[in-house]
């Protein structure tokens, strides 16, 4: 895997060009995006020329883009056979944003259809034979496989967390709304938030921190142990024994380092906010792919021609509730971060499932997207069969930096563990 973090400090001093970060990803791809997939359009020429004309604070790096958020110089299919060969008028925000700080948009990665769940062609670099998550599969999959040092994915449910967990990288899900989803195909306007995977977590932090304008990196910083609350909701029973034991490695090696760990018992109102995602995210996706559902129900799967059947036929009342139930979680939440810093639990079931059929379940992350806060996927613990098992780290609204700092803390814990 490449360190956007070491791999700009070096462009920065002189001791690696742009041109040599590219033919390395290029060596890189050449190698392996036959077997992994990640990729729905390479532009890797056409990225150096333009990285090089200026560096910027991204430093002229390598950065792919999920195939959901738009490029004016490359195809943007959303996933669907219904917009392929499309390439739109304009990039999105975060893309023409990325490009004015100096990366280089080495190419559009493979998303899920209309980031949902319908899986891509994408495999798990660390086994060809395993899922590599969704919907942001490309993006978490090329960072593992070492095609390029940073890529932007969404998340509604848990398509940044997951993915970036069963490939071993670091994942960061920023607060609701810090990075600009203009030129996003949206699913759900309530949930849809963009973010940023990289090798570890100061990489994924230096990305966002670049796109988002705000003092969010934590290269060279030396956090405080954090007090961590292990959270037990109702959901707890459905993680597998590793990723449980993972979780318990988590907070005993924390505990020893120094951290306060509290176990914590969400109240019921959160059982209540993860059933009401669903109801938000149904009723948002039904009326945001109308024209789709209209007017190519056919060439849409039958997982997600079903969704958005279900999301019509809910009522604006019921999903009036289930705004209300979030905005009331939400408060909760708020008080509840008086009591610690950052909360630690699952940021999957367990490793990667065997197959492509699935990306596997989102069910330890929608609550936290719902929440709009900060989540970030601590990578360094491993199955018994070799495959990434990531933990989760959540912090308060608003709290970015926050809650990156205790990440990396952690991670510095899990590396050495692993």
């Not at 398509?159 to 989803?181: D, N, Y």
């Not at 030129?183 to 940023?196: A, P, R, Y």
């Not at 129900?297 to 009342?317: H, K, W």
């Amino acid at each position: 895997m490449l360190s956007a973090v070491k791999l700009a400090r070096e462009i920065e001093a002189g001791t690696t060009s742009v041109r040599a970060v590219f033919e390395t990803c290029a060596a890189a791809i050449a190698e392996r995006e036959e077997t992994i997939s990640a990729f729905t359009h390479q532009a890797l020429d056409q990225a150096r020329k333009a990285a090089e004309n200026g560096h910027g604070p991204l430093m002229g790096l390598p950065l792919a883009v999920k195939d959901n958020l738009d490029t004016a110089d490359m195809p943007t299919a959303y996933g669907s056979q219904i917009y392929e060969g499309r390439t739109p008028a304009a990039d999105a925000a975060v893309v023409a944003l990325a490009r004015r700080l100096g990366a280089g948009i080495i190419g559009k990665t493979v998303t899920t259809e209309f980031a949902f769940f319908e899986p891509g062609p994408t495999r798990n670099p660390w086994n060809p034979l395993h899922t590599p998550g969704g919907s942001s599969s490309g993006s978490a999959a090329g960072i593992a496989a070492g095609f390029f040092p940073l890529s932007l994915g969404t998340q509604t449910g848990g398509s940044v967390v997951r993915p970036a967990s069963f490939c071993g990288i670091a994942g960061f899900k920023p607060t609701f709304g810090r990075l600009p989803r203009e030129g996003l195909k949206i699913f759900s306007w309530s949930l849809d938030t963009i973010g940023v995977f990289g090798k570890g977590v100061e990489d994924a932090a230096f990305g966002a921190a670049a796109l988002s304008g705000r003092n969010w990196r934590v290269d060279g910083a030396s956090p405080a142990a954090p007090h961590i609350a292990v959270v037990h909701s109702h959901l707890w029973k459905e993680a597998s024994g590793e990723m449980r034991q993972a979780v318990e490695t988590a907070a005993r090696l924390a505990e020893k380092a120094g951290a306060k760990v509290s176990t914590v018992e969400l109240p019921g109102i959160f059982s209540d906010a993860f059933a009401a995602h669903q109801v938000i995210q149904d009723y948002e996706a039904a009326l945001a792919l109308g024209f789709e559902f209209d007017r190519h129900n056919v060439s849409l799967s039958q997982v997600l021609r079903e969704t958005l059947a279900a999301g019509r036929e809910i009522p604006p009342d019921n999903y009036d509730i289930a705004q209300d139930t979030a905005r009331k979680a939400r408060q909760n939440l708020a008080g509840l971060f008086k009591e610690f810093d950052v909360i630690l639990t699952p940021s999957a079931p367990g490793a990667a499932p065997s197959g492509l059929g699935s990306t596997g379940s989102s069910i330890f992350n929608r609550l936290w997207t719902l929440m709009g806060v900060p989540c970030v996927n601590v990578p360094g613990l491993m199955s018994a069969n070799h495959l990434p098992l990531g933990v989760q780290i959540v912090g308060p609204y608003g709290e970015d930096r926050k809650t990156l700092l205790a990440a990396l803390w952690l991670e510095g814990l899990l590396r050495k563990q692993g």
